[in-house]
């Protein structure tokens, strides 16, 4: 399972700016894994579980920068509040 926490938010917003052209951008799963600081392999089951939204073009799979923005809403965990 992936830990959204654990991915730098200077990382983010250097590499995955919310504008619209990379809202219409598509990244390899291979990209994905390296902005999430995880194996390929990691993304290739979150594929399998149908736990994040991909594109299947042929053989090929992308995913758009708003499908990664709503994953990362679902999986964000809100701190404690004491």
């Known amino acids: 399972m992936l830990i959204a926490s654990a991915i730098p938010i200077s990382y983010l917003k250097n590499n995955m700016q919310n504008d619209s052209t990379n809202n219409n951008k598509l990244i390899t799963p291979k990209e994905l894994a390296s902005v999430f600081w995880v194996s390929s392999a990691s993304i290739y089951r979150l594929i399998d579980s149908r ?9 090929v799979l992308r995913f758009k920068q708003t499908d990664i923005d709503q994953y990362l809403g679902w ?8």
């Open 75 to 82: 999986v964000k965990v809100e701190p404690i509040k004491l």
């Open 51 to 59: 736990k994040i939204t991909f594109y299947k073009i042929g053989w």
